[in-house]
């Protein structure tokens, strides 16, 4: 497994240097879509450690490593850290994400395929347009509200096809990563203030030490219950290492090349080449776990490909929350 993974790691890097100079992408492009195949490729590990690591004691090993990786960058770069009561108040919207998003998407993880998980998570900005409505009382377009009930029907078909199949795919899996989608949401618009106070790097440590003390206290319990337990194997040690590596490299990483990506292209313009993260969690689960797509399921994760774009491209007319790669640790 562990060659394979790295095996897949050399050419991915390869055929991307080869690729950008072919086409001759802009730095800040080729950034964006660096950072889509990290965190597709991250989604996909996960899973495969799910098979050896109970979800909660996952998370919390990936959140531990994410959480130095953040803390470490602040202290190398010197970055400077406000001491005051809106600093610490910024990190509490960390429950909500990586917090119960998290949570939810663990579990949800761990009962559908990664397939599902990752087009099921670019329905975030849809979500967030319509909490946005709900609760801020924002006003939005038709044209919205239609490529919004167009991933709406994707989803449906996506999870339609875990329902009416005997696949690896479970529609109470897909329900606990719509739950996912729905607190990163409310994550997004809890923290849109913060954003502008904070260093993003200062932001994505302080929520994530935030939601790293939850999921402590959730492991804790879940190991003393009985609730989870762990067989100390050779896979298990490797699931170790890919939690820790996934924590950091993975999320960390990914919203690293985020960020750099914004020093070039435009927020909009970024958000239309996440959408390939499921292209890359897909091709990912095809070839480390053995996935297989349903032709329902690629119709399904389609349509809410078409609609995100759409969405993307309709951004002058009502702020949309970014798929959440890099606030994931932070994110994303």
């Not at 203030?193 to 999921?215: E, G, N, T």
């Not at 067989?231 to 985020?258: D, E, K, P, R």
């Not at 774009?309 to 890099?326: L, M």
Request: charged letters at 10%.
């Amino acid at each position: 497994m562990i060659t394979l993974m790295m095996e897949m790691l050399r050419h991915f890097l390869q055929s991307f240097c080869a690729f950008t100079r072919i086409f001759r992408l802009p730095q800040g492009v080729s950034l964006i879509v660096l950072s889509a195949a990290v965190y597709g490729l991250t989604m996909v590990v996960t899973k495969g450690a799910l098979e050896h690591l109970p979800p909660i004691t996952l998370l919390t090993i990936q959140t531990a490593s994410s959480v130095t990786f953040f803390w470490a960058i602040v202290c190398l770069r010197g970055i400077q850290v406000p001491l005051r009561w809106n600093t610490f108040k910024a990190g509490f919207p960390g429950l909500l994400e990586p917090g119960l998003s998290y949570l939810f998407g663990m579990f949800g993880l761990s009962l559908t395929t990664a397939s599902n998980a990752t087009f099921i998570g670019t329905m975030e900005p849809v979500v967030t347009i319509a909490l946005s409505w709900l609760i801020l009382k924002e006003r939005i377009s038709k044209l919205l509200i239609g490529l919004g009930l167009v991933a709406c029907l994707g989803v449906a078909i996506v999870a339609a096809s875990d329902a009416a199949s005997a696949g690896q795919g479970s529609i109470w899996g897909d329900a606990l990563v719509f739950l996912n989608v729905v607190f990163a949401s409310l994550y997004a618009i809890s923290t849109s203030r913060s954003i502008k106070h904070l260093a993003p790097v200062v932001l994505a440590a302080m929520q994530q030490s935030f939601a790293l003390l939850f999921f402590l206290v959730m492991m804790i319990g879940a190991l003393s219950l009985r609730l989870e337990m762990i067989m100390f194997t050779s896979a298990t040690w490797f699931s170790l290492l890919v939690a820790v590596a996934s924590g950091a490299f993975g999320y960390g990483t990914a919203f690293l090349l985020y960020l750099a990506a914004l020093r070039h292209q435009t927020a909009g313009r970024i958000s239309v080449y996440l959408t390939l993260i499921p292209i890359f969690g897909v091709l990912g689960a095809y070839v480390l776990l053995d996935e297989r797509l349903l032709l329902s399921q690629g119709l399904g994760g389609g349509l809410i490909l078409l609609a995100i774009i759409g969405i993307s491209r309709a951004s002058d007319q009502v702020t949309v929350s970014i798929p959440n790669i890099p606030d994931q640790d932070s994110k994303k």
